[in-house]
């Protein structure tokens, strides 16, 4: 079963940019729909970006359109979130999932792996 690892998380100032990577082991990510979650203290898991496993099609979250672009480099076996113009609101563990369904799902429950998270931080 796929491993997936996120890393390039830290703390940024508003209006900066992050760039997340989600490297995969033990499977292929151009075999699953991928997508990015986040879950800020207190508060429950929220859906932010997901692809397609064709890569042909992508969503967003209404936070997260025109800022958060993800993609994906399959030669790297690695998903990515870019993160632009961040906002103190973006503070969160940003979680990258897999499902290898053709389609991605807005809810958590729909991902079969999960990885550890990486902690975004944006000061004001």
């Known amino acids: 079963q796929v491993q997936l690892v996120e890393s390039g998380g830290g703390l940024v100032q508003v209006g900066d940019s992050l760039r997340l990577s989600c490297a995969a082991s033990g499977g292929t990510v151009s075999t699953y729909s991928m997508a990015w979650f986040r879950q800020a203290p207190g508060k429950e898991r929220e859906f932010v970006a997901a692809m397609t496993r064709s890569a042909l099609r992508t969503e967003y979250a209404d936070s997260a359109k025109g800022r958060f672009t993800i993609s994906r480099d399959n030669d790297k076996n690695t998903v990515y979130l870019q993160m632009n113009s961040l906002k103190p609101e973006d503070t969160a563990v940003y979680l990258c999932?897999?499902?290898?369904?053709?389609?991605?799902?807005?809810?958590?429950?729909?991902?079969?792996?999960w990885g550890q998270g990486t902690q975004v931080t944006v000061s004001s």
């Open positions: 999932v897999a499902t290898p369904r053709s389609m991605w799902s807005l809810r958590p429950s729909e991902y079969d792996y």
